[in-house]
Structures are given as C-alpha cells and as structure tokens.
C-alpha cells in the first residue's frame, strides 16, 4: 500500500511538471493510454478499455487548443487529475489481471519519472544557445515538446512488448534511466554556455 501511494502520487506530480511544456503532457498521456489500452484489450478487459478510450478521445479535442501554441493549458488541476486517473486505472489492470508485470506498466512512466528534474527545461536552453533567445520562447517551446516526446514514446512500445516480462521490463526501465542521465549530463553541460551571439543578433529588430 505504502509503494502504491508513492508510486500513484509521484506520477500525478510527475504529468503536472510535464506540462510546462505545449502538448508535452497531453501527448504523453493520450500514448500512455493507447498503450494500456492495447494491453487491456490483449487480456480481453473491455471495461478498462473502454474507460481509456474516453481518455483518449477528452485529451485529444484538448489537444487542438493547447499545441503549438497554448491557447489553453491544462493547469495544476487538470495535470494532476490525470496523473491519478492514469496511475489508477493502470492499478485496476494489474488487479484484475495478475499476469500483467507492474514493472511493464511502470515502464510506460520512464520519462516522466525521470523528466521531474526538468529536462525539457534544459532542451528548451539548448535550442535558447544554439539557435534561438530566450524572447523566441514561443518557438522554443514547440520544438522542444517535438524532440523530447521520442525520447518519452519508445518506452512504451517497449511496454506493450514485455507487459508479462518481469525481467525485460526491469532490464528496460534501468537502461532508459541510464540513457536519461547521460543526455541529461549533456544538456546540463551545454545549457551552462551563454546564448550564441548570432542568436543574438538575429533576433534584434
């Protein structure tokens, strides 16, 4: 009980920071219910299925509105309301199904989980140093919800692919975080160097 509260709360905590991004955090979780949703099909749980399908169709009409330019944006509220639906309708699969591996459907996490350190600030300063300022923000912000959701989407396919691997799963997880940490070192390094100057100047009025 004490893993369950940690876990649901840290990936409630972990969408919500997701969101300072356009589109970052509704995509992430309109592909984290496909994915649950292919599993829940896959053992033949209609209910679940049809709960995530709704999910899907609510965050894909937000969508329109909030990438790329963030007419609307989810907010505290709307960030951490998914966060908990997600994390609970993934509990109900595992309980209703014990073949499901947890550490499959917490493979699906990977990125937010590890993105809590703000990744996708730092890319956002990368593309400020090399190619932008920080007055382009409204470019920035797009760009970098377009590099960063690769990164946070194959660890999904990968969940669907090991949902009742315990082992794969595992080994999975543990080398997404160890790429994570190595892109995020590289980025912690180039965010450190000021703005290019050409940047600079193309930016002038």
């Known amino acids: 009980m004490i893993i369950t509260i940690i876990v649901s709360g840290g990936i409630c905590h972990a969408v919500n920071l997701l969101d300072g991004l356009n589109g970052l955090s509704i995509c992430w979780t309109i592909c984290a219910a496909i994915v649950m949703a292919v599993i829940a099909l896959s053992v033949n749980d209609m209910a679940v299925f049809r709960l995530l399908i709704l999910l899907i169709g609510v965050l894909i009409g937000i969508l329109f509105w909030n990438f790329p330019l963030g007419k609307i944006f989810l907010g505290d509220a709307s960030a951490y309301t998914l966060g908990h639906v997600l994390a609970w309708l993934a509990l109900l699969l595992m309980n209703r199904h014990s073949e499901i591996s947890p550490l499959a459907l917490l493979l699906i996490s990977v990125w937010p989980i590890t993105d809590m350190l703000h990744f996708y600030q730092m890319v956002m300063r990368v593309l400020g140093i090399k190619f932008f300022t920080r007055a382009r923000w409204n470019l920035t912000n797009p760009l970098a919800k377009i590099i960063i959701f690769p990164m946070a989407a194959v660890p999904m396919v990968l969940a669907i692919e090991f949902k009742m691997q315990t082992g794969a799963a595992f080994i999975a997880f543990c080398g997404f975080a160890a790429i994570f ?10 965010a450190g160097q000021p703005v ?10």
């Open 181 to 190: 940490v190595m892109t995020y070192n590289w980025a912690f390094r180039r």
């Open 196 to 205: 290019h100057r050409k940047s600079r100047k193309l930016n002038q009025p």
